[in-house]
């Protein structure tokens, strides 16, 4: 399966973006689907990730009660709203799907390219 992250961009402190997972060439709904982050410097880390059907969804600590992680599998897509923001959540994000709903990389097999999320002070 091959996916696409889309919606990142600039934003300010407590302000709100929404990112977009779609995948292409197969459906999504058989795979947990996973956001991860990486921050220059830094190594990626887990934020989120949603099981096959929607019911069961694990976030890192320190996105816990801002961001929310959901599916529409009829339009093969999750999505990540994030609130809140911090400076601290600028990075890369990632999203990428697997066969189990946990937070670890090797899990997840498949990974999408890419989106850029800036939260300025």
């Known amino acids: 399966v091959q996916l696409q992250a889309s919606g990142g961009g600039l934003v300010q402190a407590g302000g709100s973006l929404r990112l977009s997972c779609t995948a292409s060439?197969?459906?999504?709904?058989?795979?947990?689907v996973g956001w991860f982050r990486q921050a220059p410097g830094k190594e990626r880390e887990f934020v989120a990730v949603?099981?096959?059907?929607?019911?069961?969804?694990l976030y890192a600590d320190s996105v816990k009660g801002r961001f929310t992680i959901s599916r529409d599998n009829a339009k093969n897509t999750v999505y990540l709203q994030m609130n809140s923001l911090k400076p601290e959540d600028t990075a890369v994000y990632y999203c990428?799907?697997?066969?189990?709903?946990?937070?670890?990389?090797?899990?997840?097999?498949?990974w999408g390219q890419g989106t850029q999320v800036t939260v300025s002070s």
């Open positions: 990428a799907a697997g066969y189990s709903p946990i937070q670890l990389l090797p899990a997840y097999g498949y």
């Open positions: 060439e197969r459906t999504i709904s058989p795979y947990s």
């Open positions: 949603i099981s096959r059907s929607g019911r069961n969804t």
